[in-house]
């Protein structure tokens, strides 16, 4: 078979092009550290590649999640825990109220600070959070949730919702709880009657104010404590499960890294001596070019 000039020319630079085209798809894969440079460098392990990526995304949100939901759960356990304190104090102004030695001054000087305590109990029941939303509303959270009417009425105006986060891939929480919980425990005056804590401590501070005690606040504020105590141990109960599913997506994480590094992460000392081969040979193609102009059968008959 005749082979012309033309076509050897065009063999040997289509030969040079090829390994210039290895040659630069491994100097991009040295640069970057990556073995895939595109999906067609390997389909399947690029297929594999995106889902992992996926993966790891989720994971972040589930992790921003968690700490969200956390903030949350500690900013509702200290406004709770400052009501409990709250509490503990006007119990003990409800016993000192109910000292028969007392003067109807001295029970007036004592509903003074009583009514200051309420004062304190809407204010913390009114909690926001960093974003300006109310912790204690459910879902009405833009919703300021307790109001007083000045003669003894208390509304809440939240709801029973609880907002959950979703902080792992079967795993949600609730980030707190409605204002419901100060609200509808039954009082001590029995009769199916229901109170909630502002009621509880205004009626105690209403009867101070006439000179008399009201035997009936301590087992109301001992019912109110106890309502905030299981909702701390809930919280408790919700920090714990966040903290254990926040090191569950670690070890996920680290794992899905690991399989992803497997895939696509280069490993330089074969990349390197496969760089240096086609190096070797693109050198050996330009070398055999040069050689072309002189295989002419006419360089042999002069």
């Known amino acids: 078979m005749r082979v012309s000039t033309a076509q050897v020319f065009r063999q040997s630079v289509d030969a040079m092009l090829e390994r210039q085209r290895e040659l630069t798809q491994t100097?991009?894969?040295?640069?970057?550290?990556?073995?895939?440079?595109?999906?067609?460098?390997?389909?399947?392990?690029?297929?594999?590649?995106?889902?992992?990526?996926?993966?790891?995304?989720?994971?972040?949100?589930?992790?921003?999640?968690?700490?969200v939901a956390m903030a949350r759960l500690e900013q509702e356990e200290t406004a709770l825990i400052g009501i409990e304190n709250l509490l503990q104090r006007v119990r003990e102004l409800a016993v000192q109220g109910a000292n028969g030695t007392l003067s109807?001054?001295?029970?007036?000087?004592?509903?003074?600070?009583?009514?200051?305590?309420?004062?304190?109990y809407l204010q913390l029941a009114n909690t926001r959070d960093p974003n300006g939303e109310y912790i204690f509303a459910g879902f009405q959270s833009l919703t300021r949730p307790f109001s007083h009417d000045g003669v003894g009425g208390f509304d809440y105006a939240g709801d029973d919702g609880q907002r959950m986060l979703k902080i792992g891939d079967s795993r949600e929480v609730?980030?707190?709880?409605?204002?419901?919980?100060?609200?509808?425990?039954?009082?001590?005056?029995?009769?199916?009657?229901?109170?909630?804590?502002?009621?509880?401590?205004?009626?105690?501070?209403?009867?101070?104010?006439?000179?008399?005690?009201h035997p009936d606040a301590l087992t109301d504020i001992d019912t109110a404590l106890n309502r905030?105590?299981?909702?701390?141990?809930?919280?408790?109960?919700?920090?714990?499960?966040?903290?254990?599913?926040?090191?569950?997506?670690?070890?996920?994480?680290?794992?899905?890294?690991?399989?992803r590094s497997t895939?696509?992460?280069?490993?330089?000392?074969?990349?390197?001596?496969?760089?240096?081969?086609?190096?070797?040979a693109l050198q050996a193609s330009q070398q055999a070019f040069v050689k072309i102009p002189h295989m002419s059968l006419f360089n042999f008959i002069r």
Do not use: C, W
Not at 28 to 37: D, F, P, T
Not at 104 to 120: F, L, P, Q, T, Y
Not at 180 to 203: D, K, M, Q, R, W
């Open 174 to 213: 609730a980030t707190g709880d409605p204002g419901s919980i100060f609200e509808e425990f039954p009082a001590a005056a029995g009769g199916g009657l229901s109170t909630n804590i502002g009621e509880v401590l205004y009626t105690l501070a209403s009867a101070l104010e006439a000179g008399n005690g």
């Open 27 to 67: 100097e991009l894969q040295v640069a970057s550290g990556k073995r895939i440079q595109r999906p067609s460098d390997d389909p399947s392990a690029a297929v594999r590649v995106l889902d992992l990526q996926e993966a790891q995304q989720r994971l972040v949100q589930y992790q921003r999640n968690a700490d």
């Open 228 to 259: 905030l105590l299981d909702t701390r141990a809930k919280i408790g109960a919700r920090m714990n499960a966040i903290e254990d599913q926040k090191s569950v997506n670690d070890a996920f994480t680290l794992a899905v890294t690991d399989v």
């Open 104 to 120: 109807a001054e001295d029970r007036g000087a004592i509903a003074v600070e009583v009514r200051e305590h309420m004062d304190g």
């Open 263 to 280: 895939l696509e992460d280069l490993d330089y000392a074969e990349a390197i001596s496969r760089f240096n081969q086609q190096m070797t």
